[in-house]
C-alpha cells in the first residue's frame, strides 16, 4: 500500500514541478560548484533558500537535469513526512 502512495507523491511532485518550474531541496538537485558559486550560493534566509537558489541558477542557464532518474529510498520520508501527514494517514 506505501508503494502505491508513494506513486501519487512522485505524480503530484512531477506535476507540481511542470506547473510551476520549482525544485524543491529534498528532489536530488546537483549542480556544479562554478554553478553554484556563480550565482552566489545558497541565500541566507530562514525558509525556502532551495526555491530562491534555483530560480537564480535557472535565470542564468546554470540548472540542469541528470541524463537519466535518480533513485532514492523513501526510509526517512515513511519514517518522518509521510508517518505524521493527513496523507499518509489515510494512505498507509
Known amino acids: 500500500m506505501e508503494r502505491q502512495c508513494l506513486r501519487w507523491v512522485v505524480l ?7 506547473c510551476s518550474g520549482n525544485y524543491y531541496g529534498d528532489q536530488a538537485l546537483f549542480v556544479r ?8 550560493g545558497f541565500p541566507q534566509i530562514p525558509l525556502l533558500e532551495d526555491i530562491r537558489f534555483f530560480t537564480t541558477a535557472s535565470a542564468t542557464g546554470a540548472d540542469g537535469h541528470p541524463a537519466s532518474p535518480v533513485l532514492t529510498s523513501p526510509r526517512r520520508f515513511l519514517a518522518r513526512v509521510w508517518a505524521t501527514s493527513p496523507a499518509g494517514s489515510a494512505c498507509c
Open 12 to 18: 503530484g511532485n512531477r506535476l507540481r514541478f511542470r
Open 33 to 40: 560548484r562554478h554553478a553554484f558559486e556563480t550565482v552566489g
